[in-house]
């Protein structure tokens, strides 16, 4: 940029920095909100500029062409994305050894002459990990405003080493309570790590992204954690053969590598450029700008978009808080996005996450229900995979209803064979699972994660990635609790008529995402802004457009 464009910019940012400053003081909010720039929502396309409604970021593109016209932010999105395995990958590595042989040995107790894990820490592990997910999201959505995006997926990632740490040196004690205890601390770090990293992309992932890849991008979540998951079942299937600790040691050992990808991307990528341009660190955002736009779009005009939004919440009087989630016209969006949050609950994910032992349960054994659930995990992948392409067509609302309605019969097919006998419950639910996670692959799923992602204010975005994290884990800890207890031969032994059970909470999601959830494929965030502004119903929102907008056609699409 040359001295004379460098000096006009500048000249731009005084009164907004200003304006920032008096917003962040609280000192004299009154003022600062008549100074800034108020918009009539019944009217916006007189009183937005044209340059802010039609600015590069916000240009309608198929899925394709956004790929090859912002190919740095598609690169960080995808490395982003990677450090989201380590999700997927410390589920199944923590469920699934503990029912190693060798571990139970060195961890466990004698039980009617077989060796087990005493069931009050199991019951630990399964609930403290969902536990300390719940304050990792929380404290991830606080930790983001104050120190940003950037430095809080290195502190994520620290933890993360840490909790591995605990966990893998937790075999050294003697005394089997104190292996115990120190391995049920390093569950608790570890869940909380985790959602921390987890929270954190979210936020990053919704913020950098152009609006024509931020569905798509959000939608990338689901299909890595799968990824996550197969990687770490293959390993799991790998340790089994090797004798001693090192079969379990190798695989909690292996973590660490998910740890250091983290922090390494922590130290390389550009902080969120909304984050420094709020906090008034301009120079740092246009940088950042630059790492993630140019030269496909100048970084001084990406800039300029996000700053847009920020001015146009600044004239609405938003702050930064968690109780600022639930007033006004935020409480609608934030319940929005929380019900997108348990979306996943909703359409059986826990159930399908323990595949292997629930069709054991059942009459199938291993190694057969082992290939069911690689099976199904390799099948979510590919759907998850078409699904991003499927929602930047079909759009968000529609595919939830579709996807939610479909799982729904296929449940109560898979509860009316639990009344038959012998072999064809079995199979006929291992048919059911890998159906159910393909369908909502290709909609529900991702979906959900594109309304967390675009739902909220770029204000609240970090913190109602806190909320959502904080609901779907508790969603998790709830069903982790009663479901087991409604199959389980020892307890309400319904086997798969448990089906009934998901199929009525598919008919709620379904009724549910048809009243509340609205479709913003394709939507800026001062759109996004606009319609929940102006308290548009959900069925208007696919077809609300800006009036004299010479785009209005692409963006009700």
């Avoid at 992309?201 to 890849?213: D, F, K, R």
């Avoid at 590598?257 to 130290?267: G, H, Q, R």
Wanted: charge should be positive.
């Amino acid at each position: 940029m040359d001295n004379i464009g460098l000096t006009a910019y500048r000249s731009q940012l005084g009164p907004i920095e200003s304006d920032y400053a008096k917003l962040a003081s609280n000192a004299s909010r009154v003022s600062s909100l008549d100074e800034a720039p108020r918009y009539d929502y019944r009217a916006p396309s007189s009183t937005i500029p044209a340059t802010e409604r039609s600015n590069t970021l916000n240009e309608k593109l198929p899925l394709g062409k956004a790929i090859r016209k912002f190919p740095k932010a598609s690169g960080y999105c995808l490395a982003m994305c990677i450090a989201i395995i380590g999700l997927g990958y410390s589920i199944v590595i923590m469920g699934a050894i503990t029912g190693l042989d060798t571990f139970k040995q060195d961890y466990g107790k004698k039980h009617n002459g077989k060796q087990i894990i005493p069931q009050p820490y199991v019951s630990l592990w399964t609930a403290l990990s969902p536990a300390g997910g719940a304050i990792g999201s929380i404290l991830g959505g606080w930790l983001q405003d104050r120190i940003g995006r950037k430095f809080t997926l290195m502190v994520g990632s620290v933890f993360y080493a840490l909790a591995v740490t605990l966990v893998f040196f937790s075999h050294f004690p003697d005394g089997q309570n104190s292996k115990r205890i120190i391995l049920t601390g390093g569950v608790t770090i570890l869940g909380f790590a985790i959602a921390m990293i987890q929270t954190t992309a979210n936020t990053y992932l919704s913020e950098i992204t152009p609006t024509s890849l931020r569905g798509p991008a959000m939608a990338m979540i689901p299909t890595f954690t799968l990824l996550g998951q197969l990687l770490g079942s293959v390993v799991v299937f790998l340790v089994q053969g090797i004798p001693g600790k090192k079969s379990y040691l190798i695989a909690f050992g292996s973590q660490w590598i998910l740890a250091a990808v983290a922090f390494l991307l922590s130290c390389t990528m550009p902080d969120s450029p909304v984050h420094l341009a709020r906090k008034g660190q301009h120079a740092k955002a246009l940088q950042a700008a630059k790492r993630l736009y140019a030269p496909r779009v100048k970084e001084h005009d990406a800039l300029e978009t996000f700053r847009a939004t920020i001015r146009e919440e600044a004239a609405m009087g938003a702050t930064a808080s968690y109780a600022a989630c639930f007033r006004g016209t935020n409480l609608r969006r934030t319940m929005i996005a929380i019900l997108a949050s348990v979306m996943p609950a909703m359409f059986g994910l826990d159930l399908l996450s323990t595949a292997a032992y629930f069709l054991e349960t059942i009459g199938m054994e291993e190694p057969t229900n082992l290939l069911f659930l690689i099976g199904g995990i390799v099948a979510g992948m590919l759907a998850n995979a078409v699904g991003i392409w499927v929602l930047s067509r079909i759009g968000m609302r529609n595919m939830t209803i579709i996807s939610m309605g479909l799982a729904g019969c296929m449940w109560a097919v898979m509860g009316i064979s639990g009344f038959w006998k012998g072999k064809v419950p079995m199979y006929m639910a291992a048919g059911v699972l890998i159906a159910v996670i393909i369908v909502c692959g290709l909609g529900c799923w991702p979906a959900s994660y594109a309304y967390m992602g675009q739902t909220s204010s770029l204000q609240l975005r970090a913190l109602t990635q806190g909320l959502v994290g904080l609901s779907a884990q508790g969603a998790s800890v709830c069903l982790a609790a009663v479901i087991p207890v409604i199959y389980n031969p020892d307890s309400g032994n319904l086997g798969a008529k448990v089906g009934f059970l998901y199929m009525g909470s598919c008919v709620i999601a379904t009724g549910l995402a048809w009243f509340f959830l609205p479709e913003m494929k394709g939507r800026s965030v001062i759109e996004v802004d606009q319609m929940f502004e102006i308290k548009l119903s959900t069925r208007n929102f696919r077809s609300y457009r800006l009036e004299g907008d010479e785009d209005s056609e692409g963006m009700a699409r």
